[in-house]
């Protein structure tokens, strides 16, 4: 999608006590926000100069827990960015002028400073765990867009709501359900699939101020080591293990297999882990003129300084005093553009980890094992990104390279073309 970025304006406004509506934005100094890694709440932060208003000064008018709103617009359109509450607030007063600073956060703050003790019987679902959370925080919501898979025994103790949320969508992707992503937007709170925007932005090198790349071995998993339940003597007895990048050294992960779970499912979780973890990360920090609109889990594609390629934007901050952004970016895999050739099933075909593929639906699997679980995945553009698997009869791994599909798993011969 083309913006003309020299065009982009940026709106704050509050909202006072009493409900009235103020616009800020000519006493703003600093303005930016950011979505991190391993969080669920997006933090505002903002500056003003404290002028006087008919009703006194703004510090009389902005205090904590008060609603603020940033706005933006590419031209003609204007698109609420972000909002959240003030939760500090730092009045500085100086000879030169006073000033107040103000740090807020999304509805999902209250979810990352809360803690609480949770048990989930075996075969609890995703969507009843997150929504149920929501529910009983008074969390607002439109609706579930997350997966919604079959889970373990489950049991959490004094842990922050915000990281058993992603502990559970972290499990249901070892399950296959893909990745996804816990935002809040306009006031409501979603589970959105990562990659799922459907305005997806370009990168060139003419319009990036740096970038920088980065491969690291560090969080690799090289070994998933399956144990039983736990017997009468509280043991848990060693039942197999699979080996990845093993030349890197042991890195072991253990796997706890289910009471109700069988050894081949237990095994396909592992292989899903070896899958997802034990593959060398590769991404690039990039720092650009600020787009406004590009939130933490959105997919983005770049040229510049880096092989053309898809990223998946895993951490954000966007500085409106700067007119920049920083962006995180973990690879996603290279879309080639389409190597059918009519309706020629995939067995027949030499297709490649690269290419770019059209899945026609159906199921896809959590490893390439006999009897692994399957879960429904619509059609759609996708990615061959594993081919070959170790289980043979699922030998087809593909991630999804749009809003249309939601395969994300191993796949079946002939299910794309």
Avoid at 144 to 149: A, L
Avoid at 163 to 183: H, M, N, Q, S
Avoid at 308 to 327: L, P, T
Avoid at 352 to 380: E, L, M
Wanted: aromatic letters at 10%; hydrophobic letters at 30%; charged letters at 25%.
């Amino acid at each position: 999608m083309a913006l003309n970025l020299s065009e982009t304006e940026y709106r704050l406004a509050v909202i006072a006590e009493g409900g009235k509506q103020y616009d800020i934005s000519d006493f703003v100094t600093e303005l930016g926000w950011e979505e991190n890694e391993n969080e669920i709440a997006m933090r505002i932060s903002f500056a003003i100069r404290n002028g006087r208003t008919p009703k006194g000064r703004l510090s009389a008018l902005i205090k904590p827990g008060c609603l603020i709103g940033v706005f933006a617009a590419a031209g003609k359109r204007e698109r609420e960015v972000v909002r959240g509450y003030i939760t500090s607030w730092d009045l500085q007063i100086r000879n030169s002028g006073n000033s107040l600073k103000c740090i807020c956060y999304d509805e999902l703050y209250n979810l990352q400073k809360s803690q609480d003790n949770r048990y989930y019987p075996s075969g609890t679902g995703t969507k009843a765990i997150v929504t149920g959370i929501f529910d009983e925080w008074g969390i607002p919501t439109k609706g579930y867009s997350g997966p919604d898979v079959s889970h373990g025994k489950l049991k959490y103790s004094a842990s922050y709501l915000s990281d058993i949320l992603l502990d559970v969508l972290e499990d249901a992707k070892k399950k296959g359900a893909g990745k996804y992503v816990v935002r809040a937007a306009g006031g409501y709170v979603d589970v959105v699939q990562r990659g799922g925007n459907e305005e997806v932005f370009v990168f060139k090198q003419d319009i990036t101020e740096s970038a920088s790349t980065n491969v690291s071995t560090a969080d690799l998993i090289t070994r998933v080591k399956v144990c039983g339940p736990q017997g009468s003597d509280g043991e848990s007895g060693f039942e197999d293990a699979l080996d990845g990048l093993t030349e890197y050294g042991i890195r072991q992960r253990i796997y706890m297999r289910g009471a109700d779970e069988s050894l081949e499912d237990a095994r396909a979780a592992a292989q899903n882990i070896l899958d997802e973890e034990g593959a060398i990360k590769r991404g690039i920090t990039l720092q650009a003129p600020d787009v406004p609109f590009i939130r933490k889990g959105d997919l983005v594609y770049v040229t510049a300084g880096v092989k053309d390629a898809y990223y998946y934007v895993k951490g954000i901050r966007h500085d409106c005093e700067s007119r920049s952004m920083i962006m995180e970016l973990e690879k996603a895999g290279t879309h080639k553009g389409s190597t059918s050739s009519g309706n020629v099933p995939a067995g027949t075909k030499d297709y490649n980890v690269g290419d770019s593929v059209y899945f026609k639906g159906g199921t896809h699997y959590i490893s390439s094992y006999p009897d692994a679980r399957g879960y429904p995945a619509s059609a759609g553009r996708a990615q061959i990104t594993q081919k070959n698997g170790s289980g043979k009869v699922h030998p087809w791994h593909l991630i999804h390279a749009g809003s249309d599909s939601n395969v994300y798993g191993w796949v079946d011969d002939g299910t794309f073309e």
